[in-house]
């Protein structure tokens, strides 16, 4: 929801709001895929964002995976990076925003 203590001088959403959602996002659609996967264990190591327009109203983000990638991490032996992409649109459905946060999976020690 669209907040006066998240806009920035421009009147429109404050860039770093938006990469928390990113990441939120990320980190909720990840966390909920580990939940199937006993014994690999993610931790964000970076995040990058891309700004597309003025971000005003309210602002929806979505994150998914592919099949592939969960077959990789139950096939899991030692570390894998994984990039995973958010897209943030606003009310209209425009771009305002992506993110890509990269991720660090490993085994869990037995």
């Given at each position: 929801?669209?907040?006066?203590?998240?806009?920035?001088?421009?009147?429109?959403?404050?860039?770093?709001?938006?990469?928390?959602?990113?990441?939120?996002?990320?980190?909720?659609?990840?966390?909920?895929?580990?939940?199937?996967?006993?014994g690999?264990?993610?931790?964000?190591?970076?995040?990058?964002?891309?700004?597309?327009?003025?971000?005003?109203?309210?602002?929806?983000?979505?994150c998914?995976f592919?099949?592939?990638?969960?077959?990789?991490?139950?096939?899991?032996?030692?570390?894998?990076?994984?990039?995973?992409?958010?897209?943030?649109?606003d009310?209209?459905?425009?771009?305002?925003?992506?993110c890509?946060?990269?991720?660090?999976?490993?085994?869990?020690?037995?």
């Amino acid at each position: 929801m669209d907040r006066p203590w998240l806009r920035n001088p421009f009147s429109s959403i404050h860039a770093i709001a938006l990469a928390n959602l990113g990441e939120l996002c990320s980190g909720l659609a990840t966390m909920s895929m580990l939940q199937t996967l006993k014994g690999v264990k993610g931790i964000p190591i970076r995040v990058d964002c891309s700004y597309k327009k003025k971000a005003r109203g309210k602002i929806t983000s979505k994150c998914s995976f592919k099949e592939q990638t969960l077959e990789q991490l139950k096939k899991l032996d030692d570390t894998m990076e994984l990039k995973v992409d958010t897209e943030m649109r606003d009310t209209h459905g425009d771009l305002v925003a992506t993110c890509t946060v990269t991720w660090t999976f490993k085994r869990k020690k037995a």
